[in-house]
């Protein structure tokens, strides 16, 4: 499956830039070095390297947990050229991510992000969407929750914490990343705008 080549390719690269502050800096996201010396590949590799092992760990279990289920929803739908579109999520996710936070800092020459967490994030969103009245148990939490209202809550918590806390966690770029999950899915697959309306009881 795709998933796990893109968790096999995001270990290796991480792994190399944990004890490779040159290759990291090539790799991760510095919204200055876009805009003037138009290194546009980053607004993806920044998503292949991370801070640490508890960083990488987090994301990649979370898109192990989704990106397999989304994958074989999207061949239900796409057949044969299902990876397009799933790469098209990620990375797209990724981008999307990156490009609030490059609006954002493109003049601070000093900022610098990393990671898949945007990635994560449209993966996450794009199975709510096709899922919502699944039930999932957050990390730490005592009991299930249908997975709309946790999309619900990750979206708020990404809005105000991005505007509110000073944490060094871009939760703007979870915001963006989600957002373009929800839109990706939603274009891919417009009957589930109707579905999801009519559980509402709209």
Same mark, same amino acid.
């Given at each position: 499956?795709?998933?796990?080549?893109?968790?096999?390719?995001?270990?290796?690269?991480?792994?190399?830039?944990?004890?490779?502050?040159?290759?990291?800096?090539?790799?991760?996201?510095?919204?200055?070095?876009?805009?003037?010396?138009?290194?546009?590949?980053?607004?993806?590799?920044?998503?292949?390297?991370?801070?640490?092992?508890?960083?990488?760990?987090?994301?990649?279990?979370?898109?192990?947990?989704?990106?397999?289920?989304?994958?074989?929803?999207?061949?239900?739908?796409?057949?044969?050229?299902?990876?397009?579109?799933?790469?098209?999520?990620?990375?797209?996710?990724?981008?999307?991510?990156?490009?609030?936070?490059?609006?954002?800092?493109?003049?601070?020459?000093?900022?610098? $992000?990393?990671?898949?967490?945007?990635?994560?994030?449209?993966?996450?969103?794009?199975?709510?969407?096709?899922?919502?009245? $699944?039930?999932?148990?957050?990390?730490?939490?005592?009991?299930?929750?249908?997975?709309?209202?946790?999309?619900?809550?990750?979206?708020?918590? $990404?809005?105000?914490?991005?505007?509110?806390?000073?944490?060094?966690?871009?939760?703007?770029?979870?915001?963006?990343?989600?957002?373009?999950?929800?839109?990706?899915?939603?274009?891919?697959?417009?009957?589930?705008?109707?579905?999801?309306?009519? $559980?509402?009881?709209?």
């Amino acid at each position: 499956m795709i998933t796990y080549g893109i968790i096999a390719l995001t270990c290796l690269i991480s792994y190399l830039g944990f004890d490779n502050q040159s290759l990291r800096n090539k790799l991760l996201f510095i919204p200055y070095r876009v805009k003037h010396n138009r290194e546009f590949h980053r607004f993806v590799s920044s998503g292949l390297v991370h801070a640490d092992m508890l960083h990488l760990g987090f994301n990649l279990f979370v898109l192990f947990q989704f990106g397999p289920i989304l994958e074989r929803y999207y061949a239900s739908i796409l057949g044969a050229g299902y990876g397009i579109a799933y790469l098209l999520l990620y990375f797209g996710g990724m981008a999307a991510a990156d490009y609030a936070t490059y609006l954002k800092f493109k003049d601070n020459s000093s900022y610098r $992000s990393l990671g898949a967490s945007g990635a994560v994030s449209a993966v996450l969103l794009s199975f709510i969407v096709i899922d919502p009245w $699944s039930k999932l148990q957050p990390i730490f939490f005592p009991m299930e929750i249908y997975s709309f209202y946790i999309g619900i809550a990750y979206l708020l918590y $990404s809005y105000f914490a991005g505007r509110k806390l000073k944490d060094n966690i871009n939760h703007d770029a979870h915001l963006f990343g989600a957002i373009w999950g929800i839109l990706f899915t939603f274009a891919m697959e417009p009957r589930l705008i109707r579905r999801l309306g009519d $559980s509402l009881g709209f």
